[in-house]
């Protein structure tokens, strides 16, 4: 499943050559959409604004437009017919954080334990004012609509009918058909979609649009997906030392990583709050199973609450990503044994993501969380481009994140699993991209990698059959490109046709849309990267409602050969990017060295424990779950990781080891190492020793 979001406009993929060879250029996040800078007292009668909203057919000088949510109505979807007004909604209003450039400063440059604040004296310094929150509700009210405001003032999620948000924002919304999306790259497919939405802008009165940063609900479209992967690993291989089968556990994880000796100190995550984010539902009976069953490890007894956000994400279903959601759980609580989970169920929408993260801030309850899902930085800047998108839904997310850290609350996410090129899993093309959230500078982002060892490949044409055996001889960033030169062996004609349909890694890259943060500066030339340019792009096109022309398709290098067979891979480039540099550590998550996951809803009867599961999803659970050993260690809160670890690399016996290969062993394919350097774009610092990780927090964090 893909990194970035369930969206396709195309089904093929590849980058023009100007994109792979130009440094992606940063823009500051942009300011809200058309509302005016027109003071933000309260003062103007809230009467006179609603009966001008409901009087007038156009708008009114006292109305203005507000920046919405992902729309998706405005790209490749089909209207079917218009929203039946008394349809549920909801919809949130996320508000504008106060002193956000201060704040954002404190946590760039790393809050200490002690000097976290609570969710009260957050709202206090940070939120929204009561007065205003209530003159919000206040005319929400007088269409019908029920509010709740969330204790940290950031957050004010309502509910009415599609009818009543119609007259309260002067839209018109109607019901859209999205195009299936088939399977691709050992990710599930995703079914059509039936959706609400609007390509309307929003209106509200200007006194209160002066302090909303985005309103997100009027479109439902199920944006996010996961970051699991899946690969048919051969079962009956020659058994060896160093054979990998994807049957790997959290306990392989603890050892390889450097866990095993905090756990021999007692620290096992007592004490402790592990928070999950998902838009699928969990059965937690699964995950107690996989723990005593499989595992046979002893955990705490009652220890998952179920927090069903908006509502929350239905039934379980693998379809709708529920395999996502247990393996975040069964892998975060096998790593933390004695922790306490609260999962946080959310509808797959923009609301659903800011409120899930609202709960998860708000209640201040659990001390490390993660998500595990995301979308391309690039289909939210063609979306804005077209006019349906909220120029600040990222920064509704960063102000979140930015609570989390100031009040102590570390926060994990994922890179994606379509290596550089994020934007394949959703929109379709095939420019450089990153994963969002984990392009926010204030969230610690996991990358893959793939372990040494010795893989053993099926032949799809007789599963049953002798097996090849690939040698990985050093852990490396996961990307697929080890497997092209036996195209053969998966029906593939040729190396360069192969590359062109196995296009899976660890994302990492640099994001055009966030600044680089300060602690990122650390580390000498990180913009400075070293990349084997496996494809070109073709097929440019122009985004449907924007003047944006991108690249649709890749093709891989020609390797000259008749007939077709592998040859060495592109010479090495070297190039210079600006940007929050993405991701920042990495761990196993190639699916062939990956892990075992128990899921009772497998839509098969050979069982419910798979082997082979892997993609960045794994790793942001697990660095969960480490973070929670890791507080139950020191006795207290650790917070915002990024500025102490960026910190921890540059000094004498890091605890990460850099993974600095140069060259086609070693790549997201794109971005490879560089040797020497403390960072690589697909793996960021490198693998952490988490047990000199948690030495140095004791010393220095």
Known sequence: MSGGSSWALGTSYKPEESHLNSAPKPRRRAATLAVLAAGTAVSLSLLSAVALAQNTASPGPALVAVPQGVTLAGLNAKPVFPVRANKPEIVSFALKMRSEGSLAGEVEAGIKPGHFLSVAQFAARYGEPESRIKALEKYLAHYGIRTTAYADHLVVTAHGTAGDFNRALSVKQGEYKSAAIPAHDGQAARPAVEFHATTDRPLLPRNLASFIESILGLDNYPIYSSTAVHANVASHAKASADLQQGNRTPGDFAKNYGLDPLYQK????????????????????????????????????????????????????????????????????????????????????????????????????????????????????????????????????????????????????????????????????????????????????????TLAGTIPLENAEDPTGPLTYVRIPAQRAWGWDWQWPHFALFKASSEAQFAEEDVAGTGGGYSSVEVRPSYQRLIRNIGDYSAVPYFTSTDPEVQKGTDISLPTELSAWDTGETPPDSAAPPAVIKGEANGRAETDLAADGDPYTGYLLYFSGFPKADGTLESGWGGTSFVAPQMNGSAAVID??????????????????????????????????????????????????????????????????????
């Open 632 to 701: 139950s260690l020191l006795g207290h809160r650790l917070g915002f990781w990024n500025p102490a670890i960026y910190r921890f690399a540059t000094m004498h016996d890091s605890p990460f080891t850099p993974i600095d290969t140069t060259g086609g062993s070693n790549t997201n394919l794109y971005y490879t190492g560089t040797k020497g350097a403390l960072y690589d774009p697909a793996t960021g610092l490198g693998t952490p020793t988490l047990w000199k990780l948690a030495a140095d927090f004791r010393i220095f964090g």
């Open 266 to 449: 007692g620290a096992k995550g007592q004490g402790q709050t592990i928070g999950i984010v998902t838009f699928a539902s969990v059965r937690p009976a699964d995950a107690t199973h996989f723990w005593s069953k499989v595992l046979r490890i002893k955990t705490k007894a009652n220890r998952i609450t179920l927090d069903d956000v908006d509502g929350g994400s239905g039934k379980v279903s693998f379809d709708a990503g529920s395999g996502e959601t247990t393996l975040d759980v069964e892998q975060s609580g096998a790593v933390a044994p004695d922790a306490n989970i609260v999962v946080y169920q959310a509808p797959n929408s923009d609301f659903g993501n800011e409120d899930a993260y609202a709960a998860v801030a708000s209640q201040n309850r659990a001390q490390t969380v993660s998500c595990s899902w995301g979308e391309s930085e690039t289909i939210l800047e063609v979306t804005a481009a077209a006019g349906t998108e909220s120029s600040t839904l990222i920064q509704a997310q960063d102000q979140l994140f930015l609570e989390l850290a100031a009040q102590g609350q570390s926060s994990f996410s994922t890179a994606g699993d379509d290596g550089a090129y994020d934007a394949t899993g959703d929109i379709g093309t095939t420019n450089l991209s990153v994963d969002q959230a984990g392009d926010s500078p204030f969230t610690t982002t996991a990358g893959a990698t």
